[in-house]
């Protein structure tokens, strides 16, 4: 006895067979928000290719359809995807927007996004972080109010030490999360069927790998460059650590 058909099962039937049987299961996927894999197995279980289209249309003199165009009522939300979830959200121009252009990335997409967002945050810390030498003291004003012989001032001195050692955590933290993310977006390639990877989501990763070794190797001083070295070896797979290699170990 064949197993009762999910929601989602039902609507990628009806998206291949609107379509003529051609909508290819990647396209289905991408439609719904689910694997490939999943929708090549309801196709063969449920035996698609085999169901025949059963009559359509409104009998024969019926005018409920009299004068409709096509379509829901203005500001009707079936043509949103998810619309259920839209209208929980913040109502501004811009959160709406966001949410509406994200309706059509794949989880592929949306993991590489997140992957890119990382990266430039990293990146623009470098100069936010830097600490130039043991003379880098700031001083920050933390508490300013009028006292009986004038204005009262509170300073805050950061040492450069503390700084650097903030900068290295953080760094360290955030590089564990980006190889993480690269990881991730490698195994979900290798786990789609061959003929859907396209050459753009290889060449995303190699060109970051390359950015990343291009900071590992730029010789600049930083006492993190040992940091980066690793985590590079990590995420490429390499054995051996960077002065390793130097040296033609």
Do not use: C
């Not at 994200?102 to 592929?108: E, F, K, V, Y």
């Not at 789609?192 to 060449?203: A, G, R």
Request: positive net charge.
């Amino acid at each position: 006895m064949a197993r009762d058909q999910s929601p989602d099962q039902k609507r990628a039937f009806k998206l291949w067979f609107d379509s003529g049987k051609t909508m290819k299961p990647a396209a289905i996927a991408h439609e719904l928000g689910i694997s490939a894999a999943l929708v090549r197995k309801w196709k063969s279980y449920y035996k698609w290719e085999e169901i025949k289209p059963k009559g359509r249309g409104a009998p024969k003199g019926n005018k409920n359809a009299t004068g409709n165009k096509g379509g829901g009522p203005i500001g009707n939300d079936k043509a949103v995807k998810h619309g259920l979830f839209r209208k929980f959200l913040p109502q501004d121009e811009e959160t709406l927007q966001i949410y509406d252009m994200t309706a059509d990335l794949s989880p592929l997409d949306i993991l590489w996004e997140g992957i890119r967002i990382k990266w430039t945050n990293f990146i623009r810390s470098q100069s936010i972080q830097h600490v130039k030498d043991r003379k880098d003291v700031t001083k920050v004003l933390t508490k300013k109010k009028p006292g009986m012989f004038g204005t009262e001032q509170e300073w805050e001195y950061q040492q450069p030490w503390d700084k650097q050692a903030v900068a290295l955590s953080s760094q360290s933290a955030a590089l564990n999360v980006i190889a993480r993310l690269i990881k991730q977006y490698e195994e979900a390639l290798r786990a789609m069927p061959v003929d859907e990877v396209q050459e753009e989501h290889k060449l995303r990763v190699q060109k970051l790998k390359l950015e990343v070794e291009k900071l590992a190797n730029k010789d600049d001083g930083d006492n993190d460059s040992d940091l980066i070295n690793d985590w590079v070896e990590a995420v490429t797979g390499d054995e051996g650590t960077g002065q390793e290699k130097a040296a033609g170990v």
